[in-house]
């Protein structure tokens, strides 16, 4: 896959997840996000490890946007004021 229509694809999910006006695209987006990491980054006991050259580059690239852009999200969005911490779809997305 082409690695501009990749990461704006991921953006368009994160700009999803940071909206709280709506809770269930918000949690949808973050469950989303969630399986991504699961599935794309390696165990972190495997991260030292010698991967196979074709799937390294793919990993160090998603490894740096969910650094980059994934982690400070998962701030950035408890703290908003709108953010509502006693509606049970927030508190799944705080939780992620």
Same mark, same amino acid.
């Given at each position: 896959?082409?690695?501009?229509?990749?990461?704006?694809?991921?953006?368009?999910?994160?700009?999803?997840?940071?909206?709280?006006?709506?809770?269930?695209?918000?949690?949808?987006?973050?469950?989303?996000?969630?399986?991504?990491?699961? $599935?794309?980054?390696?165990?972190?006991?495997?991260?030292?490890?010698?991967?196979?050259?074709?799937?390294?580059?793919?990993?160090?690239?998603?490894?740096?946007?969910?650094?980059?852009?994934?982690?400070?999200?998962?701030?950035?969005?408890?703290?908003?004021?709108?953010?509502?911490?006693?509606?049970?779809?927030?508190?799944? $997305?705080?939780?992620?």
């Amino acid at each position: 896959m082409n690695r501009a229509q990749f990461e704006a694809v991921l953006d368009s999910i994160v700009q999803y997840a940071i909206d709280t006006s709506d809770a269930v695209i918000e949690k949808l987006a973050f469950s989303v996000l969630n399986k991504m990491v699961v $599935v794309w980054t390696p165990p972190f006991d495997q991260l030292a490890v010698a991967q196979d050259i074709s799937t390294r580059g793919f990993d160090e690239a998603f490894g740096q946007y969910v650094t980059e852009h994934l982690l400070p999200v998962c701030f950035e969005v408890p703290r908003k004021s709108e953010f509502d911490f006693t509606d049970a779809q927030s508190r799944l $997305v705080n939780s992620w």
